[in-house]
């Protein structure tokens, strides 16, 4: 593969959504959840959270209070297919917050 036929994408603004796939909202608790895979044909995902900060975790393991990325309320960014595929959420504190995704082609 030649360098002529990799495509960069590193501005959120050149994405497109993928008007064929649905977005999906996620309401992040107190127990460890995961969106659908609603990426499986879109090689981006925007995600944002809103409402409280949360934790996530990328390798499988559960995210808690003390394992995980700290993303804070008003989060937002373009992710791999891959890396939302494997992300895993939990609120960090007592408010519940609210994630959405939406895939981009």
């Known amino acids: 593969m030649g360098i ?13 959504p993928a008007t064929d796939l649905s977005d999906e909202g996620l309401t992040i608790s107190s ?7 609603v990426a499986a044909a879109a ?9 409280a900060d949360v934790r996530c975790t990328f390798d499988g393991s559960a995210p808690t209070g003390a394992n995980g990325h700290f993303l804070g309320d008003g989060y937002q ?3 791999s297919r891959e890396l939302f595929n494997a992300s895993r959420f939990i609120r960090d504190a007592a408010v519940d917050a609210y994630g ?3 895939p981009m082609g």
């Open 43 to 51: 090689p981006y995902v925007y995600v944002t959270i809103d409402g």
């Open 4 to 16: 002529s036929s990799v495509r960069v994408m590193n501005r959120l603004s050149q994405a497109k």
């Open 77 to 79: 960014d373009l992710w």
């Open 31 to 37: 127990s460890a959840v995961a969106f659908a895979d």
């Open 100 to 102: 959405h995704a939406t």
